[in-house]
């Protein structure tokens, strides 16, 4: 048995148990912690790091999250979790996919999404001559059940935090449900008007798309 925790025992009292720490926000640290386990039961609030003081939370790769928790931080880093219906049983890159198709259509004519080479895009919008954000798709710990974007550039990420917050789409139980994941995002705006101003939007578009899944699977619903 393999037990996740913020802090661990200094001193193993149960042989059975291997005591791992781990930042279950953290994607790579997630990942890592998790490595040999075949099935996985989520304590969730003993995962919170100590940093954040908000209790309810969703693990990224579990089935405990809620439908959507507002971004938190952490040292000024953001973290924010949806959960969504995923009835048609979308692979995850699929789903990626769908969400910057969707997301120009539901802002415009305000908002661009322009695709990158590296399988990615920049979102932009109309009259501001650079993107307000760049996400690099992670091939290396992307699968069929997971596709990982790196927030690499953009006027509204800190210019010292390029490459490690993440945006993630997650397939769980079974690829009925979506979990999207934005993880350590560094916003370059101060952290006052960023919790007022984008971490609402965030949020606002999270819910929407939300919406729009669950009216695509209405569509497709037997009659």
């Known amino acids: 048995m393999i037990a996740l925790g913020r802090s661990v025992p200094t001193t193993n009292t149960r042989p059975a148990v291997d005591f791992r720490r781990c930042d279950l926000y953290d994607v790579e640290q997630a990942a890592n912690a998790l490595e040999g386990a075949t099935a996985a039961v ?3 609030h003993s995962m919170l790091p100590s940093a954040r003081s908000e ?3 969703g693990a990224p790769l579990g089935s405990t999250a809620p439908a959507a928790s507002k971004p938190r931080s952490t040292a000024n880093r953001a973290v924010s979790l949806q959960r969504f219906p995923n009835a048609k049983r979308l692979r995850s890159r ?3 996919e769908l969400y910057f198709e969707w997301l120009p259509s539901a802002l415009k004519p305000i908002l661009r999404v322009i695709p990158l080479a590296d399988g990615g895009c920049a979102i932009s919008i109309a009259g501001w001559p650079r993107p307000l954000l760049e996400l690099s798709l992670d091939g290396a710990v992307s699968d069929e059940d997971r596709t990982v974007y790196r927030i690499s550039g953009g006027d509204l990420v800190a210019p010292t935090s390029l490459g490690k917050g993440t945006l993630e789409f997650r397939t769980v ?4 449900e979506l979990i999207a994941l934005v ?6 705006l101060p ?3 960023y919790s007022w101003t984008q ?3 965030h949020l606002w578009v999270m819910r929407a798309f939300g919406r729009y899944l669950a009216r695509c699977d209405e569509r497709r619903a037997p009659q």
Do not use: H, K, N, T
């Open 55 to 57: 209790p309810s939370a």
């Open 191 to 193: 952290w006052f008007i």
């Open 183 to 188: 993880s350590d995002f560094e916003p370059r």
């Open 199 to 201: 971490a609402i939007l």
């Open 94 to 96: 699929q789903l990626a």
């Open 173 to 176: 139980l079974g690829g009925s």
């Open 42 to 44: 989520y304590l969730v």
